[in-house]
């Protein structure tokens, strides 16, 4: 039982990640300590199969193939070798199409099914020799999210001590994601002496970003080089260097809207006009192939060679995509369910299990109504396949979609407090009362509940600053599941013994680059919502209502046929007539019912959904299962809906119109 439904433990407030010691039995030491006892390794099933490839069969690939599979190793932090993968994509060529091929000339599959299959095979040696350079752009993408914190969390520490090393140590223990994984092994570098400082290890690995992110290395050498000038230099070197990573995200992002608007347009036409003129094209095939267009053909096309087409194409768009600022870290949040799960009383149940609860009474009707189905019972079928993918993405989202939005809002109503607090500051006020005296100008639910707990901890339980928000048992920060909230007061309460000036300008240094970064993040969404809102309506309306209709036309189409080629078979033709004779025998009969047809439009239309999400989530946020699962529930939930509107709707209108014109043409 416990290997399905957790308990949920009870805690105490936030446990913030401590600041990394300074001797060499540090956090990174651990970490790295444990890298290098499973080094030799392999952590994936790929990783496996390209040790084992290697062994068996041993192909070095070319210099330049070499160069580029080298590169998104080390970057992306795979355990395998350029040699490994050329193995594995060889030897599974040698394995898979022998055996592909083989059930063809036994007779037990047909042509149409070969080639289905030999296309799938081809896919999916394409995704074994692009793995490394998949992971490697994911890496990419995950990380880049976090560039804007990295530089700001390490200008607002030098703001107020001008020690490299230790200004990484603080941004690492910041970041949750693999920058900070890249910044702890950079320090770890440092310690065994693979870099003799700081700054040659961030020069080093700035490198690695000039290719995808130039900017990134300006930034850091602005920080390198703010050591070396006076103080007023140095602070501006340190604004000028967030000034960088946004300016650049501007430029960046609107290069990548004006780029986006082509395949927008190749997203559409393959998703939507592509499928719909497949289908018009139905009355002309059936007159050259009639009974060839199995069942088989039909969801192979619909169901495997469409989507595969779209997910090579989107996953081409966004791997062009360019660095964004990253949704808010919500990992330290008492309440986050863990992934794939969801919090239910005190319980984290994960959510795969109701979706499965959900499928299996129509995966039950589909048994007993498996080969006689008719056309309205197959929606049954098809709402069975919608409805779990609706509770699995819902009960995936809605809890962290809703911690997320808290913690978005505490960081927006902590920029207020420090704008205000540090113009308070300025006039030579001691934190503790201007903290008093800021009270009747913020209007913020989380700001004042901010402010209240401090004030009320350093009032009433005699505790010093630093104790009234970070004490562990009843710190004001316990309340605040926010990194950026928990690194600025760190900043703030270590500066304030430097005199209530330095406090004051760095507080209203922070709140400017804050106030920046917000201004960003809106200018970015804006310059997005077109193509969102764009791929939006082509997901919740565009889509189900074209393929609803064209379940309805290929209803009458299929109907239609059916009647000509039973009107044809029983004409007796005699004399002269009997010349036309063969135009009337083209009308032949499609194995395809109507039913099975609209099931296969059906899961068309639920995958399509889910990758036109995918691609909204992907422009908008990057590599963000949060977002995706939240996108892809909202948008099956109207997709489906209308869907089956359109659906029963048209029926409505044509199903009599058909049955009218066979009663016609048999009276006449």
Not at 74 to 102: D, K, Q, Y
Not at 419 to 427: I, K, P, S, T, W
Not at 499 to 519: A, E, P
Not at 569 to 586: C, R
Request: aromatic residues 12%; neutral net charge.
């Amino acid at each position: 039982m416990q290997f399905f439904i957790k308990r949920e433990k009870k805690k105490r407030g936030i446990s913030y990640p401590e600041e990394l010691k300074e001797d060499v039995k540090s956090l990174e030491y651990e970490i790295f300590k444990e890298e290098e006892k499973y080094a030799t390794l392999p952590r994936t099933i790929y990783e496996k199969l390209a040790k084992i490839s290697e062994k068996i069969l041993p192909i070095e690939p070319d210099e330049k193939t070499k160069k580029e599979i080298e590169e998104a190793i080390e970057f992306a932090h795979i355990n395998i070798t350029p040699r490994g993968v050329m193995s594995l994509i060889v030897l599974a060529t040698l394995i898979l199409i022998p055996l592909s091929t083989l059930p063809l000339f036994l007779g037990y599959l047909d042509i149409g099914a070969e080639i289905f299959i030999l296309i799938f095979i081809a896919l999916a040696i394409y995704y074994l020799y692009t793995y490394p350079q998949r992971l490697k752009k994911i890496f990419e993408l995950r990380a880049s999210s976090e560039i804007v914190m990295l530089i700001l969390h390490m200008v607002i520490y030098m703001k107020n001590f001008p020690n490299l090393e230790k200004a990484v140590k603080f941004a690492s223990s910041k970041l949750s994601g693999p920058l900070g994984l890249d910044m702890k092994k950079l320090l770890w570098d440092v310690y065994v002496g693979k870099y003799s400082s700081m700054e040659k290890a961030l020069i080093s690995y700035s490198q690695k970003w000039t290719k995808v992110f130039r900017p990134l290395s300006d930034s850091i050498n602005s920080i390198i080089y703010s050591l070396y000038v006076g103080e007023e230099r140095r602070l501006q070197l340190l604004d000028e260097a967030v000034e960088i990573i946004l300016t650049a995200l501007n430029e960046k992002s609107e290069s990548y809207v004006s780029k986006l608007k082509t395949p927008v347009v190749m997203v559409n036409a393959l998703g939507i006009l592509l499928p719909t003129l497949v289908l018009t094209m139905l009355p002309i095939v059936t007159i050259f192939l009639g009974s060839e267009i199995s069942p088989v053909l039909t969801f192979g096309f619909y169901d495997f060679f469409l989507p595969v087409i779209l997910v090579f194409i989107i996953k081409n768009i966004l791997d062009q995509r360019v660095v964004t600022l990253p949704e808010p870290d919500i990992s330290l949040h008492p309440n986050l369910p863990p992934e794939n799960t969801f919090r239910f009383l005190n319980y984290y149940v994960p959510c795969y299990l109701p979706a499965i609860a959900v499928f299996l009474p129509f995966l039950y009707f589909l048994y007993l109504k498996a080969f006689t189905m008719d056309l309205y019972e197959s929606f049954v079928v098809t709402a069975g396949l919608f409805l779990p993918f609706i509770v699995f993405f819902f009960l995936s989202s809605f809890q962290k979609i809703k911690l997320r939005r808290e913690v978005v809002e505490m960081e927006d109503e902590f920029r207020e407090i420090l704008f205000a607090l540090g113009q308070e500051m300025d006039r030579g006020i001691p934190i503790e009362s201007a903290l008093e005296k800021i009270k009747p100008v913020i209007k913020g639910y989380y700001a004042m509940n901010l402010i209240q707990k401090i004030t009320e901890n350093i009032k009433y339980k005699g505790m010093t600053l630093h104790k009234a928000i970070f004490e562990e048992k009843e710190g004001a920060i316990l309340n605040f599941p926010s990194r950026l909230i928990y690194s600025v007061l760190k900043t703030l309460v270590e500066a304030s013994a430097k005199g209530t000036k330095i406090v004051s300008d760095i507080m209203l240094s922070i709140s400017k680059h804050l106030d920046n970064l917000h201004r960003t993040q809106k200018n970015i969404e804006d310059k997005f919502s077109e193509v969102i809102s764009t791929m939006n309506m082509q997901a919740k309306i565009l889509l189900p209502l074209l393929t609803g209709i064209m379940v309805t036309l290929c209803y009458v189409m299929l109907e239609m046929l059916k009647f000509m080629e039973e009107i044809t078979g029983s004409l007796a033709v005699e004399g002269a007539a009997t010349q036309y004779m063969f135009f009337l025998s083209l009308w032949k009969n499609v194995n395809i019912s109507a039913s099975a047809f609209q099931i296969a439009i059906g899961i068309y239309t639920l995958e399509t959904i889910i990758i036109l999400s995918w691609f909204i989530s992907g422009v908008s946020v990057g590599v963000d299962k949060i977002s995706f699962y939240d996108t892809a529930c909202k948008n099956l939930v109207a997709g489906c809906l209308l869907y089956f509107i359109v659906c029963f709707a048209s029926l409505m209108i044509f199903q009599p119109f058909v049955e009218v014109i066979k009663y016609g043409m048999i009276a006449t």
